[in-house]
C-alpha cells in the first residue's frame, strides 16, 4: 500500500506532467506556420527541448594563448576528439546538441577558434588566417597534453582541421572532413552556385541585388544581406520544405556569428567573389602529407561541399588510408536530418 506522501507525490508529477504536456501544445499551436501539422510542431518542440537539455551538460574550460584566451567546451569520457566548427565567424555553441551523441565514446571537445565565440578577439582582423586557426588546435593539443588527437572539422571548420594536418601530421590520429571544401577555388564554386540559383529561381531577388550593387553596395551591406539570406537558407537542408529543429539560441552575446572574422577572411563582397585572407588558399596539393586516417562526409544535396568535393578530397590524400560517406538524405547538416546514421558512421570509423 502506497503512502499518503507518496500518493500526493504521484498526484503531484500527473499535474506536472499534464501542466507541461498542455504548455509544450499551447507552444507547439503558437509555433505552427502555415502548412505545418501540429504534430509536426510537437516533434520540433521535443527535438529542442532535447537540444537544451544537452546543451547544459557541457563544461566550460579555457586555455591561456599568445593571441589570448581560446575557450572550449567538453563533454564526455574516452578518446579526444576536437571539433571545429564552421564559418568563419562562427561559435561551436550551436554544434553542442548535435555532438553531444559522439560523448558516448569519446571525449568530444568543441573549441571557439580565436576571434570567434567566447574566445579572445584579435586587435588586427588581418590576423585572422587559416593558417592561424590551425595553430589554435595545436596550442590546445599541447594544452591537453595529448601526443595525438582526433580532429572533426565540419564546412570552413574543416579547412582548419585540413590545415592542422598539413602543418602537424604527427599530432593526428583521425581526421574527420565533414561538409568541407579544400581551398578558394572551390569557395568560389559554390558562391556562384548560389547566385545561379538566385537567378533562376527567384528573380526578383536577384534583379534588387543587381540593383543594390550598381549603386556601390556590396554583399556584406545590411541591404544585401537581408535579400540574400532568406533565400539561401534553406538550400543547406535536402529537405528545403519541412521545417528542422533549430539549435538552442544561447544567452551569452559573445556566441552570436563575428562578421569581423568572416570579412577578414572572405572580404568585403563575400557573398559575389571570394577575397580576404583566404582567397589563395589551396590545400588539395599539399594534402599528400596527411598519413592519418581520414574520413570525408558530405550530404548527396550540399550546396556547399557537394560530393564531387568530397571526392577531389579523398584523391588528394595519397598517403593517408581514406573513406568517403555520402549521406543520401542530407544536405549540409548530416548531424541533423540524419542523425543516428551519422553517429553511427563516425563513431565506427574513429574507433579503428
Not at 83 to 108: E, K, Q, T, Y
Not at 160 to 183: K, M
Not at 274 to 301: C, D, F, N, Q
Amino acid at each position: 500500500m502506497t503512502s499518503i506522501v507518496q500518493e500526493e507525490c504521484f498526484a503531484m508529477n500527473q499535474r506536472q506532467f499534464w501542466s507541461a504536456s498542455v504548455l509544450l501544445l499551447a507552444a507547439a499551436l503558437a509555433a505552427c506556420k502555415p502548412g505545418e501539422s501540429v504534430a509536426q510542431a510537437l516533434a520540433l518542440g521535443r527535438s529542442e527541448a532535447r537540444a537544451v537539455q544537452a546543451e547544459r551538460q557541457w563544461s566550460e574550460h579555457r586555455v591561456a594563448t599568445p593571441d589570448g584566451e581560446l575557450f572550449y567546451t567538453r563533454l564526455g569520457q574516452g578518446p579526444v576528439l576536437v571539433v571545429i566548427p564552421g564559418g568563419p565567424g562562427g561559435s561551436g555553441h550551436h554544434l553542442r546538441h548535435a555532438f553531444a551523441p559522439l560523448a558516448r565514446d569519446f571525449s568530444v571537445l568543441i573549441v571557439d577558434n580565436i576571434g570567434r565565440g567566447r574566445s579572445a578577439r584579435l586587435a588586427d582582423p588581418s590576423r585572422y588566417t587559416l593558417e592561424r586557426d590551425a595553430e589554435d588546435i595545436e596550442r590546445l593539443r599541447v594544452f591537453l597534453g595529448q601526443k595525438t588527437i582526433a580532429v572533426y572539422g565540419h564546412s570552413y571548420g574543416g579547412l582548419v582541421a585540413q590545415q592542422f594536418a598539413i602543418s602537424h601530421p604527427e599530432r593526428l590520429n583521425h581526421l574527420v572532413l565533414g561538409n568541407t571544401l579544400h581551398g578558394a577555388a572551390s569557395w568560389q564554386s559554390q558562391i556562384d552556385g548560389f547566385k545561379v540559383w538566385l537567378k533562376l529561381h527567384e528573380p526578383e531577388r536577384w534583379e534588387q541585388l543587381l540593383a543594390l550593387r550598381a549603386q556601390g553596395a556590396l554583399t556584406a551591406s545590411a541591404e544585401a544581406q537581408a535579400l540574400v539570406a532568406p533565400a539561401f537558407a534553406p538550400l543547406y537542408w535536402a529537405d528545403r520544405v519541412q521545417p528542422h529543429a533549430k539549435a538552442p539560441a544561447s544567452a551569452d552575446p559573445r556566441d552570436a556569428f563575428n562578421p569581423e572574422v568572416y570579412a577578414a577572411m572572405l572580404g568585403p563582397d563575400a557573398e559575389w567573389q571570394i577575397g580576404g585572407s583566404l582567397r589563395k588558399v589551396e590545400l588539395l596539393p599539399r594534402l599528400s602529407v596527411v598519413k592519418a586516417p581520414t574520413l570525408v562526409l558530405t550530404g548527396r544535396y550540399d550546396p556547399v561541399a557537394p560530393p564531387l568535393l568530397a571526392r577531389q578530397i579523398g584523391a588528394a590524400l595519397k598517403a593517408a588510408p581514406s573513406e568517403q560517406q555520402i549521406f543520401e538524405h542530407s544536405g549540409h547538416r548530416p548531424f541533423i536530418e540524419e542523425p543516428e546514421a551519422w553517429r553511427q558512421r563516425v563513431t565506427t570509423f574513429l574507433q579503428h
